[in-house]
């Protein structure tokens, strides 16, 4: 797989056109992805908002559009590692992104994110607009 995976808050400025971020993934050759954390995290957002029925719909769309990239054994295993070195590290992130990071390290994909509390996952390849 190559390619990019989009945190919730990249899916979030693509749906509001962020120009910085419509550039940065302007790449045709690059495919673009969404890890399942992110999409719950985007669909509890929706579930929360004011606007419930029509933020639902516009994720519903794109989940239809893109690829879902879901977690398997090989990620709850670096799911594990990674929280266990952020422990021992004393640098907890919230459990939604270790599982984040977990899928863009199994799959090698950048992450694009505005999340700094990345930086203490090792190895992680980031992208911010």
Same mark, same amino acid.
């Given at each position: 797989?190559?390619?990019?995976?989009?945190?919730?808050?990249?899916?979030?400025?693509?749906?509001?056109?962020?120009?910085?971020?419509?550039?940065?993934?302007?790449?045709?050759?690059?495919?673009?992805?969404?890890?399942?954390?992110?999409?719950?995290?985007?669909?509890?957002? *929706?579930?929360?908002?004011? &606007?419930?029925?029509?933020? !639902?719909?516009?994720? =519903?769309?794109?989940?239809? $559009? #893109?690829?879902?990239?879901?977690?398997?054994?090989?990620?709850?295993?670096?799911?594990?590692?990674?929280?266990?070195?952020?422990k021992s590290k004393g640098r907890p992130i919230p459990?939604?992104?270790?599982?984040? *990071?977990?899928?863009?390290? &199994?799959?090698?994909?950048? !992450?694009?994110?505005? =999340?700094?509390?990345?930086? $203490? #996952?090792?190895?992680?390849?980031?992208?911010?607009?």
């Amino acid at each position: 797989m190559t390619g990019k995976l989009l945190d919730a808050n990249a899916v979030i400025a693509f749906q509001k056109s962020d120009p910085g971020l419509v550039a940065l993934l302007a790449d045709q050759e690059l495919s673009w992805y969404i890890p399942a954390p992110a999409l719950g995290e985007l669909y509890y957002g *929706a579930f929360n908002s004011s &606007q419930t029925a029509a933020n !639902l719909a516009a994720l =519903d769309r794109l989940a239809s $559009e #893109v690829v879902i990239v879901r977690c398997d054994k090989s990620t709850a295993k670096l799911y594990g590692q990674i929280r266990h070195v952020l422990k021992s590290k004393g640098r907890p992130i919230p459990e939604a992104d270790i599982w984040i *990071a977990a899928l863009a390290l &199994q799959h090698d994909l950048t !992450l694009i994110t505005r =999340d700094a509390h990345f930086n $203490e #996952v090792d190895d992680m390849k980031l992208a911010s607009w």
